[in-house]
């Protein structure tokens, strides 16, 4: 809420202004669809970026979209929606903002040359980004060899377990429901060394805790990835806390922040925004300063 008015006076985009829209976990269909049908009618509303109810948004809502694109079809969920003469369109950014961020971290060619495995823990709308970025056909041999996704809900991992199955084959998933944090240490622990472990279940941010215990153990030379860079981020501490004796490379949500508002204030305002380089450095730094000097 801090960034957007800096961000807006840097891109060029005249009196916009943002306003927020505060819901609980899993609120009420009915809370969802008054604010979309709101965004629509509004002339002054030009969109929408969707955080941590990308899903419960998209069932409780598709009707009203007028256009959907592909990607949230495919995946059941939508991250930005935006206005296109007139017509309200649904849109799916976190294939394409988890893509950026990977390759913004992961070494050259990581899973071609380690075999490296992807455990990702919580099955949400994160999650499905990130597998089906890294497993595309266009990757080649660049994909994880094998890939788990753990969650608590049964229900999430049997509706992550259908969407997946329109995934390009070749690397095989494997569904694991972990009821306490105990599962995900286990799973931690089986992965082969410079596998990648993704934090995608909001504990840090929307809850507090971590999806692990201190007695987890990172694989040697892996890297943890915890998608908050905000709050109580237990799980970058465990991480951190192994950092050196295992060789661990530890990244924060920062980048993946970046490149989600980002990629829908371009879509939203139909302005073109650079995905590296001095001009997409340059946004960075500003939400930075904002940041630390808060």
């Not at 073109?272 to 380089?277: E, H, M, Q, V």
Request: glycine share 8%; proline share 7%.
């Amino acid at each position: 809420m801090r960034v957007f008015p800096a961000w807006a006076r840097h891109l060029g985009l005249g009196e916009a202004v943002i306003k927020g829209l505060d819901f609980p976990l899993h609120a009420d269909p009915a809370a969802y669809r008054e604010a979309v049908a709101f965004i629509k009618a509004d002339p002054l509303s030009l969109g929408a970026l969707v955080t941590t109810h990308k899903i419960d948004l998209f069932k409780a809502c598709r009707d009203l979209f007028d256009e959907i694109d592909p990607l949230a079809a495919a995946m059941d969920e939508t991250s930005c929606l935006s206005k296109r003469q007139g017509r309200l369109v649904c849109h799916a950014k976190d294939p394409i903002t988890s893509g950026l961020a990977l390759d913004a971290f992961l070494p050259p060619d990581h899973f071609a040359q380690t075999g490296a495995e992807l455990l990702s823990i919580g099955a949400g709308g994160s999650t499905i980004a990130i597998v089906w970025a890294l497993t595309r056909l266009e990757r080649g041999a660049n994909r994880p060899s094998r890939i788990t996704v753990s969650d608590r809900d049964p229900e999430r991992l049997a509706e992550i377990r259908r969407l997946h199955a329109a995934l390009p084959p070749g690397v095989p998933i494997h569904y694991v429901l972990a009821e306490t944090p105990v599962t995900n240490d286990a799973l931690v622990g089986g992965l082969k060394p410079g596998s990648l472990t993704v934090n995608a279940t909001g504990l840090g941010k929307d809850a507090p805790g971590s999806p692990l215990t201190e007695a987890a153990r990172f694989p040697n030379g892996g890297i943890a990835w915890d998608l908050n860079y905000r709050g109580d981020l237990v799980f970058l501490d465990q991480a951190r806390a192994q950092a050196d004796a295992s060789d661990l490379q530890v990244e924060n949500g920062w980048v993946y922040f970046i490149h989600g508002w980002t990629r829908v204030i371009a879509e939203v305002f139909a302005i073109d925004i650079p995905t590296a380089g001095p001009d997409f450095d340059a946004i960075s730094r500003i939400a930075d300063d904002l940041g630390k000097a808060a």
